[in-house]
């Protein structure tokens, strides 16, 4: 539904990006409390507006494009029924973002349309038409889910993966598709997709691990809680040096991953590191850290950086950025921005068996 894109659009804008970029520390360092309050406020007041302007043009464009009908022919049998389920799409998602309480028949009434032509045509006749399949599929899976139709719910909601709907976060919490995230036959799938993206996340790492490039790199810090941080202290270990801060909304997103990391392979020779970069590093940004630490069970040392350190990883320009090295002392990755812990696991594991 449009409410959803709505929503992913919002979570793209904050959270998909490639790093909070927009105040390094040495920036934070130069703010004063007093003197830059009403260029603070100003500054603050613009981002906004910037933030808000760059939504409402994507919600614009997304409105928008409900009235640009995809061209293909439609004079044919099977261009006629995909004519009329795009448009019973089109008129489902007007009904969605004007009503509160929106029709879903539309959306049932599509995929009827769908589920028949990919039975008798086959998936890979449809694919040929430039109709976004994945949405009408997913919404659905939605009607049918809240018809209790579960088999055929499922059945939508494979085809809308199988055409590349891939925001299984949403999905798993879509107040729409409870009944279907309720059947067994959901959670045996659920399964299968797992191991997919366990597949592909390995994938990826392979190839990111073979087109990173190396650097020198060394640690030596004390964490928040006064205890030595040293890359020596870890030899023979996979190591991941996350540079991060409180402030950053992709790097808090990131730390239940890392958190995650520690648990799952600290005892078989990993070590996840923290570096924070808060500002003014002082004891009062360490206090910070400190608290942020509990509050969120972060069960790995975290050490205020400095611009040493920071120093020795080439083009640094946003945060988070995670650096891997493996059991030889070698720095084989920088990642920059938030990934998925599947992608982070992959890297670990491809690096522990070595």
Request: hydrophobic fraction near 35%; include cysteine; proline fraction near 3%.
């Amino acid at each position: 539904m449009l409410r959803s894109i709505c929503a992913g659009l919002l979570f793209a804008m904050v959270f998909g990006i490639t790093g909070c970029s927009s105040e390094t520390p040495e920036e934070a360092r130069d703010r004063q409390p007093e003197e830059a309050r009403d260029r603070q406020v100003k500054e603050s007041v613009q981002e906004l507006e910037a933030l808000f302007g760059q939504l409402a043009e994507e919600l614009e464009g997304e409105l928008g494009g409900l009235d640009n009908k995809p061209e293909f022919d439609d004079s044919t049998a099977i261009g006629s029924a995909i004519r009329k389920a795009d448009d019973l799409h089109t008129q489902g998602l007007r009904e969605a973002n004007f009503s509160q309480n929106p029709n879903y028949d539309n959306f049932s009434e599509a995929g009827d349309i769908l589920l028949g032509l990919a039975d008798t045509h086959g998936t890979a006749e449809l694919e040929s038409y430039p109709v976004k399949f994945s949405m009408i599929f997913y919404n659905a899976a939605c009607a049918y889910s809240l018809n209790s139709d579960i088999s055929k719910s499922l059945q939508a909601y494979k085809l809308s993966v199988e055409f590349g709907y891939d925001d299984f976060a949403h999905a798993a919490q879509d107040d729409d598709l409870i009944n279907l995230r309720g059947s067994d036959a959901y959670k045996e799938y659920e399964m299968e997709l797992a191991s997919l993206a366990v597949d592909e996340a390995k994938n990826w790492a392979a190839n990111e691990l073979n087109s990173g490039e190396s650097f020198d790199f060394d640690l030596n810090l004390t964490a928040v809680d006064n205890q030595p941080v040293r890359l020596a202290d870890h030899k023979g270990k996979v190591i991941i040096v996350d540079f991060w801060g409180t402030w950053c909304p992709p790097c808090r997103a990131e730390i239940p991953s890392f958190i995650r990391l520690q648990e799952s392979y600290g005892k078989a020779g990993f070590q996840m590191i923290g570096v924070n970069y808060e500002g003014d590093n002082t004891e009062a940004d360490a206090d910070k850290v400190r608290n942020y630490i509990e509050s969120e069970g972060i069960n790995y040392p975290c050490a205020m950086g400095d611009d040493v350190t920071q120093e020795q990883v080439p083009n640094f320009n946003a945060y988070p950025t995670t650096v891997f090295i493996d059991k030889t002392g070698n720095v084989r990755l920088k990642l920059v921005g938030l990934h998925s812990y599947e992608r982070l696991a992959a890297i670990v594991e491809t690096l522990m068996a070595e």
